[in-house]
């Protein structure tokens, strides 16, 4: 965030008006924050769906490549895209496309696909700090969906099934992240409501 500092206008001008100079009683100043970049709020569940498939696969593309302690390679994480259905009861289900390349001296190795669903409601949203380390020495930063309950995420990876308690997206911009997390509460708290 900025911080503006602004002198009160009428105040300034009233004094000069007057003819005299401006004494330290007379100078009113205020100090207000103002966000770099505001946090969108959303009228309704499609709102939030249009931003988050716009925004999270062009989030993801300006990501660096992230080394998972242990391993000789870095990741980079590409959401291709991102989809909303709605469930028999009503429920919104997410389903998150998205690629991974492994690069080793920066040449690329291989690449791969994961797919992860679940039920807006079935999983409790928040930031996320991992592990994993940017090119700039970075902890990764994103969003966490972690189930209530049993696990909750049909992911497929590579072509395999699996089932999982947790998946996340990584977004190092912390505006974009910001932005990105709220639209997911924000169809979470509509889909609560209706």
Request: aromatic share 6%.
């Amino acid at each position: 965030m900025r911080l503006l500092t602004m002198m009160i206008a009428v105040t300034l001008v009233a004094t000069l008006a007057e003819g005299s100079s401006i004494s330290s009683e007379a100078e009113v100043t205020t100090e207000v924050q103002m966000a770099d970049n505001l946090v969108p709020k959303f009228a309704s569940q499609r709102d939030a769906e249009a931003f988050l498939s716009d925004a999270l696969p062009a989030a993801t593309a300006a990501n660096p490549k992230y080394r998972t302690p242990g391993t000789d390679y870095d990741r980079r994480w590409l959401i291709r895209t991102i989809t909303f259905s709605r469930a028999e009861g009503g429920g919104v289900i997410v389903s998150a496309d998205e690629d991974f390349e492994d690069y080793r001296d920066g040449a690329l190795v291989s690449r791969g696909t994961h797919q992860a669903s679940f039920a807006i409601d079935d999983v409790k949203i928040s930031p996320e700090t991992a592990d994993d380390v940017s090119e700039k020495g970075e902890k990764a930063l994103g969003v966490l969906f972690q189930c209530v309950g049993a696990p909750c995420i049909h992911a497929v990876w590579d072509g395999h099934p699996s089932v999982s308690a947790r998946t996340d997206i990584y977004i190092q911009d912390s505006n974009q992240r910001e932005r990105i997390l709220s639209a997911f509460r924000a169809l979470q708290e509509k889909a609560a409501s209706r």
